[in-house]
């Protein structure tokens, strides 16, 4: 919640005031090590102190963090944020000299140069924005010129401001929740939707699944079938085929039965018996007898 009402504080009291609440950017330092950054760091924004002042157990804040941390209207607002000790934030000379003399440049252009004449650079103005004891706030008292903080208890506007950035916060706080739980009465019934739409596909597949074992079934009852009747039609041609090798082999026992004399004249081809019919002889006497005797056989 204080990280909230901060956040209120810096936009809907010191932003309208052109004050740009936080320190130095770490892209526009040319080249800086991790310990030495440590040591220039705000407790607050944690980027590198801009208008350096510390508590009186040396702790280091931007001028506009700290500020803005006292407009907060919570209980330790008038203690630092780090050890809660009470008192002015002084300025550190030290440190703000040191961080003037490193080298940076501006991402917009190519001017390169010292933290102190960026600070001038067009660019850099605007990055700074309007400093901290140029803008129309009411403060209390001046602290021998350190960082002045604003009158709580006795300006009126400042708590009515704070209030009701604390309320629009809540108001928006109650919105994003109202939002969040229609938007998960939302998912939930999409989520319903799309099981509804999953069981009527997984029914309609399994209907299609069983209607083509159903054909399945019918085809292989048909092919069954077929199976069977082929079967008794080979039976029946086996037997067709028995019964004509029976008939051939009576046929041929009948023949030899007849005990025929062998054929003494010449034996001729059908094709010489067709091309040159004078050469056929007549049977003999007792074949064409028998013949007559046995019509039966032809």
Request: aromatic share 6%; hydrophobic share 35%; glycine share 4%.
């Amino acid at each position: 919640m204080a990280s909230g009402v901060f956040k209120s504080v810096c936009q809907d009291i010191l932003e309208p005031h052109g004050v740009k609440v936080g320190g130095y950017r770490d892209e526009i330092f040319e080249k800086i090590c991790e310990e030495e950054r440590e040591k220039l760091c705000c407790q607050i924004c944690y980027m590198l102190a801009k208008d350096a002042h510390v508590c009186t157990n040396k702790h280091l804040f931007c001028a506009s963090c700290i500020y803005a941390w006292s407009l907060t209207s919570d209980s330790n607002t008038d203690r630092c944020p780090v050890c809660r000790v009470s008192g002015t934030y002084s300025s550190d000379d030290i440190i703000t000299s040191q961080l003037n003399s490193m080298p940076v440049r501006c991402v917009r252009c190519q001017w390169k140069g010292q933290l102190g004449d960026y600070r001038c650079h067009s660019h850099g103005l605007e990055d700074a924005g309007v400093d901290l004891r140029q803008a129309h706030l009411p403060t209390i008292r001046s602290r021998n010129g350190e960082v002045v903080f604003p009158d709580l208890c006795s300006s009126l506007d400042f708590e009515r401001t704070v209030e009701e950035s604390r309320r629009r916060h809540q108001r928006n706080y109650m919105n994003t929740q109202l939002a969040f739980i229609e938007g998960q009465n939302r998912l939930a019934f999409l989520l319903d939707m799309f099981e509804e739409d999953l069981q009527r596909h997984r029914d309609n597949l399994t209907s299609l699944v069983n209607l083509q074992r159903r054909y399945n079934r019918e085809q292989l009852s048909e092919i069954r079938r077929f199976e069977n009747e082929l079967g008794e039609v080979t039976v029946t041609l086996n037997n067709l085929i028995e019964a004509v090798n029976n008939d051939v082999d009576d046929v041929a026992h009948r023949l030899r039965r007849w005990e025929l004399p062998p054929l003494t004249s010449p034996v001729y081809s059908i094709s010489d018996a067709i091309n040159n019919p004078t050469t056929l002889q007549p049977a003999p006497p007792l074949l064409a007898g028998r013949l007559r005797k046995s019509p039966e056989v032809l």
